[in-house]
Structure formats: C-alpha cells, structure tokens
C-alpha cells in the first residue's frame, strides 16, 4: 500500500520523537546514579534503616532513638521488617519507591488528552527534579511521601473515573499513620465525588482516632516522636512551604511566638481555599466544566489545604501544574504566539538558576526555594480558578476556551510514550 508524503512526514516526526522520549528516560535514570554516587542520596531511606536497627529502642522509647516517624507507622512496619532479610526489606523498599513515582506520573498523564501529551511526554522524565516546577535532588531522599502519593492518587483516579472511593479512604487512612496531615486528602471524594460527605467526614474520624490511640499503646514512642517534631521546628525551621508555614518562619526567625498566629493564619487561608473549591465543585457537578480540567486545580488546591507543605507534597502534583500552566499559556498563546511562551521560559528558568544559586553560593534570602514555591502554587492555581471561571462562562471571554477532549478510561503509561 502507498503511504502519501504527508504521511510518511508524520510518521518519522513521531518516531523521532519517541527516541528523543526513550533518551531523556535514560538520561534521567542516569542523573540518579550519578547523583547516588557524588551527591548526598537517600537520606530519609537512611533514617528507616536506622530505624530497623534501634527498634527495640525506639519502642522502649530510649533517646538515642529520636525519629520524626509515626509509632503508629515504625512499629507495625518495622516489627515485619525485622523478619525479613535486610536485602529483601531494602529491595521491597526500592521497588514501591518507584512504582509510587511512576503512579503519579501515570495519574498526571491521564488528566491530559492526546495533544497535550505530545507536549507532556517531554516533561514527564525530568519532572522529578523539578517539584512544582523548581528544581531540587528530593527524588533522590527516599522519602515515603512518594510510596503513600502513589498510593493515593491511584485509588483516587479510580473514584473520579468509576466512582469507587472505597479504595481512597483505605489509602489515605494508611498514609495518615505515616504523616497524619494528609487527611486533608479526603477533600477529594468531596469535591469530585457525589454524596461522599458522610464516608469523608467517617474516616477523618477514624484517621484522628487513630492517631491519638498512639499516645495510649506506645506512649514512650509518641512522646519521643512529638520531642522530635518540635525540635525540628525549632531548630531546622523545617515548617515546609506552604503560607503558614512560610509565615511561621518569618515569625520565628524575628523571634516572635509563631504558634498561635500561624494556626490561626492556616485556619483563615484554610477556610478560603476550601470554600473557593467548593464553588468550583459545584460548577462541575452542573457540568459547566469538565472533569478534565477541574482535577489538575482541585488536586493543587487539595495540597495547599496540606498545614505543612513539603517538597514531597508538590512533587506529586508537579505534572497537573505544569498542565495548568500550559493550558493558560496556549490560551494567551491564540493572541501573542510565541513571545509568551518565550517569556513564560525564560522566567521559568531564570527563577531556577536563583534557587539554585541562591542555595549553593548567594544565600542571600534563606529558604529562598519554600517562597518562591509558595508564589508558584498560588500563581499557578490562580491562573487554573480563572481558567474554569472562563470556561463556565462566568468571566467574558476573550479567546476560545480549550476543552480537552473526554478521556473516561485511565491512560496506560509507557514511558516511552508518556
């Protein structure tokens, strides 16, 4: 059969694409192995292994033991690992940490259609070095953050798509034992769910049930751990980068009290971004706006719910901001083409090379890379509000609105074509 030129044309763009996709996969895998060899890696996997070793200690709640990690987390799971093998733990370990990063990539993905994977497949093997689109090495600490998002936004996936939420509140219950703030996630079957306020508000209680019993079957443990929390926030001021933990640190670093002001600031900006998306879920439960473009912001909106942000927190959401942030630019992009995109990368760029400056030389604005992450979060659900607000038809339109096309089914994720 003849193949038109056209035809033929199209066909080896694609495939040069997919080599350049299979490329910039192994030059990703490559920059951890060099990253494992010449820089600091896995420091956070290091402190379970540490945990594994003193765990006699920890649960008899000596000193030597100080861990940030959830009794209620370290001591069911540390008491299996102490069975197995320290090679099939570390193997176990390795393989979800992967699956868990994998997931996220796999859910962003499929929020895009067809077209704008064309785009994201470039982004999706370097996004890791770059959560929430500023660069950092935390793929390389091991953190569990990783394994419990994977966990997480799979089982959501499946609530939003087939309407199952069963799975999702299993999952976040699970990941609450490990780091109880992230019963916010339960915001989700709420806001993209249907009749879901019982069941959430259900295993909100079960998750913060579960998190007091500690203080009664282990309270050696808990009293180390809750030692541990506060001393890091005293002395690393490590309140993550969201508002108020960003506030938090200013306070404290001008020796003001910042506990009170702080909790109160999150509970106020708390309030606003719960009741900014309520209005939007509403808007997408009368289907003025699709499914498809509505989750990318709620899941941003979701995490900014989080009282402590971390950088595993916006590593799991870097892929919808970036889809966010493109869809708003391909909407300018209709009057000013290439300028703004041009723009859009220059600025984008320059704002890494001062993180990465400013850490490793200048200094001259500690924490400079939590600030700016927070600017970026705002900035960017900011621009998603106003996206859906547009295609609502709730502010005048001053171009056409892009919808992506309805995808029902979860997308297979080959990293090859991602």
């Not at 379970?48 to 030597?64: D, F, K, T, W």
């Not at 704002?351 to 400079?368: C, S, Y």
Request: glycine fraction near 6%; charge should be positive; hydrophobic fraction near 55%.
């Amino acid at each position: 059969m003849r193949v038109s030129p056209s035809a033929a044309s199209n066909l080896r763009a694609s495939e040069k694409s997919k080599w350049v996709v299979r490329m910039l996969w192994a030059g990703a895998a490559v920059a951890v192995v060099c990253m494992g060899i010449f820089l600091p890696f896995c420091w956070d996997a290091k402190d379970y292994l540490l945990a594994i070793r003193q765990y006699s200690a920890y649960v008899n709640g000596q000193e030597i033991s100080s861990l940030a990690y959830s009794p209620m987390f370290l001591i069911p799971t540390l008491s299996i690992a102490t069975l197995l093998p320290l090679w099939l733990t570390v193997a176990l370990f390795g393989a979800a940490y992967v699956s868990g990063y994998l997931t996220q990539i796999w859910v962003g993905m499929g929020l895009a259609d067809d077209n704008e994977r064309k785009v994201l497949r470039f982004i999706a093997p370097v996004i890791a070095f770059f959560p929430g689109l500023l660069i950092s090495d935390v793929i390389t600490s091991g953190n569990m953050a990783y394994i419990l998002y994977g966990l997480m936004l799979a089982a959501a996936a499946l609530g939003w798509r087939r309407g199952r939420w069963t799975w999702f509140y299993v999952a976040v219950l699970a990941s609450a034992c490990v780091k109880v703030h992230l019963l916010t996630m339960l915001a989700i079957p709420v806001l993209v769910g249907r009749r879901q306020w019982m069941r959430t508000i259900a295993a909100g209680s079960a998750g913060l049930a579960l998190y007091a019993v500690q203080f009664k079957l282990w309270p050696q443990a808990f009293q180390i751990y809750m030692n541990t929390l506060r001393l890091m926030s005293q002395s690393r001021r490590d309140f993550g980068c969201g508002p108020a933990g960003n506030l938090a640190r200013v306070l404290q670093a001008m020796g003001i009290s910042y506990q009170t002001p702080s909790v109160l600031f999150y509970l106020a900006y708390a309030a606003v971004m719960f009741l900014i998306l309520l209005a939007l879920s509403r808007l997408y439960r009368q289907d003025r706006i699709c499914m498809m473009n509505w989750v990318p912001v709620m899941l941003l909106g979701v995490v900014l719910l989080n009282p402590r942000i971390l950088t595993y927190d916006v590593a799991a959401v870097s892929l919808p901001m970036a889809l966010i942030a493109w869809r708003s630019l391909r909407h300018r992009a209709m009057r000013v083409s290439k300028p703004v995109l041009i723009v859009s990368a220059v600025l984008l760029l320059g704002l890494n090379v001062f993180v990465e400056v400013n850490e490793d030389i200048v200094t001259m604005l500690p924490d400079a890379w939590k600030y700016l992450e927070m600017f970026m979060m705002l900035g960017i659900f900011a621009v998603g509000v106003r996206g859906l607000l547009r295609e609502a038809g709730i502010e005048p339109l001053a171009a056409p609105v892009y919808i992506p096309e309805p995808n029902l089914d979860l997308v297979t994720f080959d990293p090859a074509d991602a």
